[in-house]
């Protein structure tokens, strides 16, 4: 009857335990040794009681295969997704890992009745997907069921690996500052004559500077000792400098962020390194600082880059003129070529009603001048649109496009297909990427490719032209390589790179039509979309094209 009085409340007990609780009171637990709650032993109810009303992580292992219960506060030990839930499995199923290590402990405290305690142990344990190393303060204590028996085993634990780590942190810290404030001080404080001759091997300005400090706060620096490169920069001998405040040579320093970061150098004990332009006491100089903490005092010793600074400045203002330069030029191209298109083309019609006109008057050799008049007209018509392509190919769009290579060969073949047509060209390609770029000038690109390809042709077979992607990869940076390929007349090697020049030509224009504009135009392009154009060749033998756009 008592037994049953005091189960009467195991739910009441249970209830407002949190989640723990809930799993005990749900859990089947007739398939163990336990069996029901209704027939658990008094002293394990008032246990597991005590145990999931804490605040503190607390663990319980019971009865012969040693069932495992916890509280809420323990559940994070056990990971976000590792061995929770354990309530009601065997302790050696749970801790496989660690079974070798606690397994004996729990037997000890079991058989002697002797609470045991461990103070920051590693175990690692299996959670969160992963073997951590987890470190733990814990003690095992028996437990005791209703005969005074010990039943089990009581684990109060904390993990503190958190703790743990950030000690052997700053073990690790103290113990590298240490070493290296040892090492200093041996190698630079053995006496003030070999310390000179020691800083005297420095190349750079040094000096060794000692706080001037006044109601707790540092107020100015004074000169311990100079090496002669600093001597020599300062213009004043290290006799002069020690001992005197380095506010009495350069006053502004105080003005400028040299005098705060050294002493920020001092009180911290961290090492700094800054640029500094000290545009004060009548001077204007850049430095890159550095400065050290050394004992009682601090090393500093800086690089003079004013001459470097004074070089780029003078590059980035040629830079800046040179873009104007170059913007002024390219409109002054457009603006020139597009008023000439106007007298070119009034030129064309003239020299056609004239020549309408007097036809049937006008001897051979006058007809012939007629004909070399629009022949002119036409060379000129033709440099001035190109000159004018040239000029809309260097102003660079704002944003670039995904462009499908295989549709702008589609659309180049088809704005050429009567040239393709009445020379019969035979163009294969294979699948081509899709490149991040202009849509335009992209086009422009493989339209003039693929046309010097045609005029290019050998008179003794059908032009032929192979267009073929592949990776480039050359400099580390993804790259599509694009090959044209095609079995024309060729050049000499030698002129590879000549040929991409504003009006360059490699053949008479009585042989072959054209400005000289078109492949300096596909170097532009091939430019604005950073990327890289080769040009291959042999007399006689065909050229191949290689040109790579960024992936």
């Given at each position: 009857m008592e037994?049953?009085?005091?189960?009467?409340?195991?739910?009441?007990?249970?209830?407002?335990?949190?989640?723990?609780?809930?799993?005990?009171?749900t859990y089947d637990w007739s398939g163990t040794v336990i069996g029901p709650i209704d027939n658990w032993p008094t002293s394990l109810v008032i246990t597991l009681g005590n145990i999931l009303h804490s605040s503190f992580p607390m663990f319980l292992f019971w009865g012969d295969d040693l069932l495992c219960f916890y509280n809420d506060a323990y559940r994070p030990s056990l990971g976000i997704d590792g061995k929770h839930p354990a309530i009601g499995r065997k302790g050696s199923d749970i801790w496989p890992e660690i079974?070798?290590?606690?397994?004996?402990?729990?037997?000890?405290?079991?058989?002697?009745?002797?609470?045991?305690?461990?103070?920051?142990?590693?175990?690692?344990?299996?959670?969160?997907?992963?073997?951590?190393?987890?470190?733990?303060?814990?003690?095992?204590?028996?437990?005791f069921g209703d005969d005074y028996i010990i039943c089990g085993v009581l684990v109060t634990c904390m993990e503190t690996t958190q703790a743990v780590l950030?000690?052997?942190?700053?073990?690790?810290?103290?113990?590298q500052r240490t070493v290296e404030l040892k090492n200093a001080?041996?190698?630079?404080?053995?006496?003030?004559?070999?310390?000179?001759n020691i800083i005297n091997l420095f190349q750079e300005p040094l000096q060794v500077l000692e706080p001037i400090v006044e109601n707790g706060e540092i107020i100015d620096f004074c000169f311990k000792i100079t090496n002669n490169a600093y001597s020599a920069y300062a213009n004043v001998t290290p006799a002069d400098l020690q001992n005197k405040k380095v506010s009495e040579f350069f006053p502004g320093y105080f003005q400028t962020s040299s005098f705060v970061k050294v002493a920020e150098v001092f009180t911290s004990g961290v090492a700094n390194t800054w640029d500094l332009h000290y545009n004060v006491d009548g001077l204007d100089l850049h430095n890159r600082m550095s400065a050290t903490k050394l004992d009682t005092e601090v090393v500093v010793h800086f690089t003079d880059f004013t001459e470097v600074m004074r070089l780029q400045q003078e590059l980035e203002s040629k830079i800046t003129e040179l873009e104007r330069s170059n913007q002024h030029l390219e409109e002054f191209v457009h603006a020139a070529s597009h008023d000439l298109k106007e007298p070119i083309?009034?030129?064309?019609?003239?020299?056609?009603?004239?020549k309408n006109q007097l036809t049937n008057r006008l001897q051979e050799s006058e007809l012939a001048t007629f004909e070399r008049i629009e022949k002119a007209s036409h060379r000129m018509e033709s440099l001035i649109n190109d000159l004018l392509l040239f000029s809309h190919v260097s102003q660079v769009p704002h944003e670039k496009e995904d462009i499908d290579l295989n549709e702008t060969i589609k659309q180049v073949m088809e704005d050429l297909d009567l040239d393709i047509q009445q020379k019969q060209v035979i163009i294969k390609t294979n699948t081509l990427p899709v490149v991040k770029g202009y849509r335009r000038q992209l086009q422009q690109l493989f339209q003039n490719l693929i046309s010097n390809s045609i005029k290019y042709g050998?008179?003794?077979?059908?032009?032929?032209?192979?267009?073929?992607?592949?990776?480039?990869?050359?400099?580390?940076?993804?790259?599509?390589?694009?090959?044209?390929?095609?079995?024309?007349?060729g050049f000499e090697q030698h002129y590879a790179d000549k040929i991409f020049q504003m009006f360059t030509r490699l053949h008479g224009k009585s042989e072959y039509s054209g400005s000289g504009v078109g492949l300096a135009i596909v170097k532009k392009v091939i430019e604005n979309h950073k990327g890289a154009i080769i040009a291959e060749s042999k007399p006689g033998h065909g050229s191949t094209f290689k040109v790579m756009l960024p992936a």
């Open positions: 037994s049953a009085t005091v189960h009467t409340g195991v739910k009441t007990i249970f209830n407002n335990s949190g989640e723990a609780g809930e799993l005990i009171l079974w070798d290590f606690i397994g004996p402990i729990i037997s000890q405290v079991m058989t002697t009745g002797k609470a045991v305690w461990f103070e920051d142990q590693l175990l690692p344990i299996y959670r969160n997907g992963n073997l951590e190393e987890v470190y733990w303060t814990f003690s095992y204590s028996p437990a950030g000690r052997q942190h700053i073990a690790e810290i103290v113990e001080q041996y190698s630079l404080l053995q006496a003030n004559h070999y310390l000179q083309r009034k030129i064309l019609v003239f020299n056609t009603v004239l050998h008179s003794e077979r059908q032009v032929e032209i192979v267009i073929t992607a592949g990776p480039g990869n050359d400099t580390g940076q993804k790259l599509h390589l694009i090959e044209i390929a095609d079995n024309g007349i």
